[in-house]
């Protein structure tokens, strides 16, 4: 259970326990995190829970129990193969993560009211969520790119070799991709541009007409 609290990331399972961040064989992961085991459906529900209780809070105009903070509970399921016809051996094993995170709202100080702590952590909620809006469109805008390549690609049969190395597409540099303008897009980097599949649920609210657009697009 991870919490990004103005961009400090605590361990919610170890609240004495500040996560420093790693990169591990191409990601980036937090270090010395604890772990607990969940084997049925009511272990991750009561986990989710915990995490709620452990979180940061705080009252604002706009809600009594304002979210601080943004949340990761972050489940890692390992499945093991039966072979057909044995029931008492397994093979093989398969490691996939799921990430549920819950981000805290953008906001207006206007609106909420916020002074003090309260708008330090608006502060950085808002620098954090403009970060992962960054990221997202660089993503697609890389995504587009590679498309177009893809569909200008001349189809070359045979050529002979001057005509080879005349029709030879410039190679192109990858796109940068700003994960490291904040805790939240690290942590999430594999999430977003690696082997992933992601769904998004947003809660928007006609108080905040622009928050919910910006978030829509």
Do not use: W
Request: glycine letters at 6%.
């Amino acid at each position: 259970m991870i919490e990004i609290y103005n961009e400090v990331v605590k361990d919610l399972l170890d609240s004495e326990n500040t996560i420093e961040l790693i990169e591990k064989d191409g990601a980036v992961v937090p270090k010395s995190v604890k772990n607990i085991d969940v084997m049925k459906p009511d272990d991750i529900r009561a986990a989710a829970e915990r995490l709620q209780r452990e979180r940061k809070l705080g009252e604002t105009r706009m809600n009594k129990s304002s979210s601080r903070s943004h949340t990761i509970l972050r489940v890692k399921i390992t499945s093991l193969e039966k072979p057909a016809g044995d029931e008492e051996s397994t093979s093989g094993v398969g490691v996939g993560i799921l990430n549920f995170v819950d981000l805290a709202g953008s906001e207006k100080a206007s609106q909420t009211g916020a002074v003090g702590d309260r708008f330090k952590e608006a502060v950085h909620i808002n620098t954090s969520l403009s970060a992962l809006s960054k990221v997202v469109m660089q993503l697609s805008a890389a995504q587009k790119a590679k498309s177009r390549d893809r569909e200008s690609a001349p189809s070359i049969t045979t050529p002979s070799c001057n005509s080879l190395a005349m029709k030879q597409p410039k190679s192109r540099m990858p796109p940068h991709i700003s994960y490291r303008d904040s805790k939240l897009t690290r942590l999430l980097q594999s999430s977003l541009g690696g082997n992933a599949h992601v769904a998004i649920i947003c809660n928007v609210t006609p108080a905040s007409i622009e928050e919910t657009k910006s978030t829509l697009m």
